[in-house]
């Protein structure tokens, strides 16, 4: 589960901040999909690790936020310019 990968990232042992964290990691998938990335339902490591890094740079007050924010901002262009991860209005459905 997707929030398990985020405690674990935060090293938060405790279920205390799990509303916190499940509202940041809806914020990350929302900020993704403003940026034209698609969130597919069986979420891969690549956006996986975009969410966890969203999560890192937003919860608390990190020490070193400006470097989570700069690798979260690239690892967002790395999917906004990958192929699969985008669909913007007006590109052609795929037919099954």
């Known amino acids: 589960?997707?929030?398990?990968?985020v405690q674990m990232a935060l090293r938060i042992k405790t279920t205390a901040y799990?509303?916190?964290l499940t509202d940041l990691i809806e914020a990350a998938k929302l900020d993704l999909g403003i940026a034209g990335i698609t969130i597919p339902s069986d979420i891969d490591e690549l956006v996986t690790r975009a969410i966890i890094t969203y999560c890192k740079m937003n919860f608390g007050l990190p020490e070193d936020a400006d470097r989570l924010k700069r690798s979260y901002d690239e690892q967002k262009a790395q999917?906004?310019?990958?192929?699969?991860?985008?669909?913007?209005?007006?590109?052609?459905?795929?037919?099954e």
Do not use: F, H, Q, V
């Open 1 to 5: 589960m997707l929030i398990d990968k």
């Open 18 to 20: 799990d509303e916190e």
């Open 79 to 95: 999917l906004s310019n990958a192929t699969g991860y985008t669909r913007w209005p007006g590109d052609a459905e795929e037919s």
